[in-house]
């Protein structure tokens, strides 16, 4: 075990004094993490939350209905949500979405309530009352999102006008079929009309959306907490490759030879190898995670769980290492492969772009990256997660490396690698 | 001439001695651009995704969920409880519905449901599902709500004599309601407008170009890794001992990489027209232009570059990383449009930024000549900056 510690100490000290190895292993994560954050309006502060959305809102109507449209736009409940201006013209308010200012207009015609609100002779024929207007949203298609809430808010309101108008169309019909109202009862009708549209009688309804928001995530969700694991991840396998490249190297220079003649059995020596390959990995990674906390003010999260999941991250990329070792021939193809990995790995496993947009088949074949479920458990711990919320990746990582070590165990016994 | 042909020739062979050259000149830029392409557009279906558990599975929460599949801003996506709570938790999804064991018609008809929603909170997305939803709920209750208001107001004109009576009044009653709902007039209409789109962005396009700068720069910018090795190695003192001039030999070095890197933007452009059918061809001579303004800025960094490095290594570790933050801060990755545009302005000092803005004026916007000639200008007084510092910098031991 003291050997074992010795070989793997000199290896990380050895890979903290490469200043080429250092570009790669801190400078790089970290410039491209800045980048990012740069781009994405993290630091500038504009990729927080959300905006009120800017709607603008004319109403020709001079009805009820008409008004309690405003109304509804204008309420406590949306202030939050929406910035409503009302003005008189809707070609003003259509230039205004043109001209990308608003996410949509809504124009509400003259007539509105006069084209619903049955009278009292409609209710017995059964017939609309006239024409039938429609409300119109005049959508931004650069918002979708925002447009899209608009129009939910707009049929929402539509659908109960439409739904009390039918509440009195049939509750009236009913009661003339089944001759509990007759032609006779006329000025009953016109009271019990007058009754119900003066208390704007709504129907109750009978299906609540019990809202609720996610407690452990009451926060902004920083940008950032995505893309700096997903570089500091992507740049760990420049790390492992390059443990396996030192390994060659030491065979190709004689060094190796010279260790396996002292009294040192060649799997201590490739324990302390691989064991200095996880110290630098796990170094490198606790790095870019302390300085970006300070610099960036980033919340990585719960700091057990972060631990534990950088220590299996790298068991798990160190395994990806050492089975390119154990394939290669020369330090170089180490080099090669590593590098190739490294990029791949990278845009397979979502350290550039989220994967959310891919088809599942793409996610599925992420799987096979550290990448990907280092990226999935640093995101849930950034969220406000626990250890508990990250056992998933934890043992996908664990299940990756132990996977990866047996077979390059394998494969190094029968290629002798580790003989002088 | 044939100096500086030999020298092209030499570090030609010692590029591709190995096959594993190819993987970075060709194979990986074409993985990217297909994956970017593929990744980063819109998708087909933009509505946002809800995640739905029916513990109910009954013919209301079929109803339910059918139209929620009708939503223009929702789509939802059944799943187990365990998984659409995984979701929510890594964001994944910003909403999630799970529809009681009780939600059924006879329930209804009898007393109020709950329907459970999670958001994630500041989610506009989430608030856009909420209200998806709500509009949802009210539409399929309707019928119910309007049947037990009529026996209401009936009740008040007349009480009924039995609860069979009672019954039989909500049952006609709901059908009506039904059938006037499935008929009811459109109340709303919606209208797209004719906003002009905010950037101009084609996925395909501008992972082509974003790809082919990314994959062509960072080996241009290699050269300083070449300057390094011959340094290191003693090869570039032997060189100069014979009868070749300093300049021949810069030159030599430049113009061969120069050379493959046109190459390599040829072939990647090929593909771009064969594969992902993009218009590269429009302006053949405008393209030729900003291919070598482009190649020539790259390799100017390079010899910049390898006048400060000492090592190889150093200098591998340097060119990658250079062209990858000159690559993902140019706009080739993500759209510059995007950036804030305190960062948009600051990027203007970085030569990939001006060869992204003059390949996606051919790819992308369709332009000719007159459009490219100002990035080219700008790629070429780059070049002409890098240049001086490293020849003026250089050290040949």
Known sequence: MRKLWIIGWKDLRLAFRDRSALIFMLLAPFLLTLGLGLISGRFSGSSSGFNSIPVVIVNQDEGQIGKELVKLFQSDNLADLLYVVVIDKAATAQAHVDNDKVAAAVVIPAGFTESIIPDANAMLTGQASGKIEQILVYSNPNRPTSAGVIQSIVKSFTQEVEKMRIAEQVAFSQMFVNGILTQNDMALIQQLVAKTQSENQKTKNLIVLNNQTTTAEAKDFDVLAYMAPGMALMFLMFTTSNGGRALLSEKNQGTLPRLLVSPTRSYQVLGGKVFGTFLTGTAQMLILIVSSGFLFNLRWGNPLAVLLLVIVAVFAAVGWGLLITAFAKTPGQVGTAGSALMLLFGILGGSFFSLSNFPTWFQMVSKITPNAWGLDGFTRLASGGTLADIVTPLCALLIMGVVLFAISIVVFNRRNVMRV | ?397
Request: aromatic letters at 8%.
């Open chain 2, 1 to 397: 001439m044939k100096k500086i042909l030999t020298i092209v020739l030499k570090d030609t062979i010692i590029r591709f001695s190995s096959l594993s050259e190819w993987l970075f000149f060709l194979i990986l830029p074409i993985i990217f651009t297909i994956v970017l392409a593929g990744g980063t557009g819109a998708p087909k279906d933009t509505r946002i995704i809800l995640a739905v558990t029916d513990l109910a599975e009954s013919p209301l929460s079929a109803q339910l969920i059918n139209e929620l599949e009708n939503s223009d801003v929702v789509r939802p996506d059944v799943k187990e409880l365990e998984k659409a709570e995984d979701d929510l938790k890594s964001r994944k999804v910003s909403t999630m519905l799970v529809i009681p064991e009780d939600f059924s018609l006879e329930n209804l008809s009898s007393r109020e449901l709950r329907i459970d929603f999670y958001q994630l909170p500041n989610s506009l997305d989430a608030i856009a599902s909420e209200q998806a939803v709500q509009e949802v709920i009210s539409k399929i209750s309707s019928s119910v709500e309007i049947a037990q208001n009529s026996v209401a107001l009936a009740e008040q004109v007349h009480p009924f004599s039995s609860e069979r009576d009672r019954q039989a009044y909500f049952n006609t009653a709901m059908k009506q309601a039904q059938e006037e709902i499935k008929n009811a007039p459109q109340r709303m209409k919606v209208q797209l407008a004719a906003t002009k789109a905010e950037i101009d962005y084609d996925p395909q396009a501008n992972s082509s170009a974003g790809q082919l700068i990314t994959w062509v720069f960072i080996p241009l910018i290699g050269i300083s890794g070449m300057f390094a090795f011959e340094r290191q190695k003693g090869t570039l003192r032997r060189v100069l001992v014979t009868p070749t001039v300093k300049s021949t030999y810069l030159i030599g070095t430049i113009l061969g990489q120069v050379f493959w890197a046109l190459v390599q933007m040829a072939l990647l452009i090929s593909f771009g027209i064969l594969v992902m059918k993009l218009h590269w061809g429009q302006n053949i001579p405008a393209l030729i232009v900003i291919m070598i303004s482009s190649a020539l800025s790259a390799a100017a960094l390079g010899v910049m570059l390898g006048a400060f490095v000492k090592t190889e290594g150093q200098a591998t570790g340097l060119s990658i990383m250079i062209g990858m933050v000159m690559a993902l801060l140019g706009g080739c990755w993500y759209p510059i449009e995007l950036f804030p545009k305190i960062v948009g302005t600051i990027t203007k000092i970085l030569p990939t930024r001006w060869a992204m803005q003059g390949l996606l004026d051919l790819v992308l916007r369709g332009q000719g000549m007159a459009a490219v000639l100002p990035e080219a200008g700008v790629l070429l007084a780059f070049a002409a900056v890098f240049l001086i510092i490293g020849i003026w910098r250089f050290k040949y031991e």
